[in-house]
C-alpha cells in the first residue's frame, strides 16, 4: 500500500457561506493553507475573497483533490489573480 504526503496545493469548494456572505462565495474553488492545529478544532484556513487567510469552519467545504499539473496550474492562477486585484 502506497501513501501519498498531502500537497500544501488543497483546494476546497465552498458549499455554506451563511454567517460570511462577504467573504465566500458558494461553489467557489478557494485555497487551502496548510493549518494543523486548525484542522484539529473542526476549521480550515481558506484565502478568501479578500486575498487574505483566515479560519472557516470545515464543514462549510468540501475538499478537492486534482492530478499535480492541475493543482500547480490553479496555484499559479490564484498567485496571479490576486496580483492583478491589487
Given at each position: 500500500?502506497?501513501?501519498?504526503?498531502?500537497s500544501?496545493?488543497?483546494?476546497?469548494v465552498?458549499?455554506?457561506?451563511?454567517?460570511?456572505?462577504?467573504?465566500?462565495?458558494?461553489?467557489?474553488?478557494y485555497?487551502v493553507?496548510?493549518?494543523?492545529?486548525?484542522?484539529?478544532?473542526?476549521?480550515?484556513?481558506?484565502v478568501?475573497?479578500?486575498?487574505?487567510?483566515?479560519?472557516?469552519?470545515a464543514?462549510?467545504?468540501?475538499?478537492?483533490e486534482?492530478p499535480?499539473?492541475?493543482?500547480r496550474?490553479?496555484?499559479?492562477?490564484?498567485?496571479?489573480?490576486?496580483?492583478?486585484?491589487?
Amino acid at each position: 500500500m502506497t501513501t501519498r504526503k498531502q500537497s500544501s496545493r488543497r483546494f476546497a469548494v465552498c458549499i455554506d457561506n451563511s454567517e460570511y456572505p462577504a467573504s465566500l462565495e458558494i461553489h467557489k474553488l478557494y485555497r487551502v493553507l496548510p493549518d494543523k492545529d486548525a484542522e484539529r478544532e473542526g476549521d480550515l484556513r481558506i484565502v478568501d475573497e479578500s486575498g487574505e487567510d483566515y479560519l472557516y469552519p470545515a464543514d462549510y467545504f468540501v475538499l478537492v483533490e486534482f492530478p499535480a499539473d492541475t493543482a500547480r496550474a490553479l496555484k499559479k492562477s490564484f498567485a496571479s489573480g490576486f496580483q492583478h486585484a491589487r
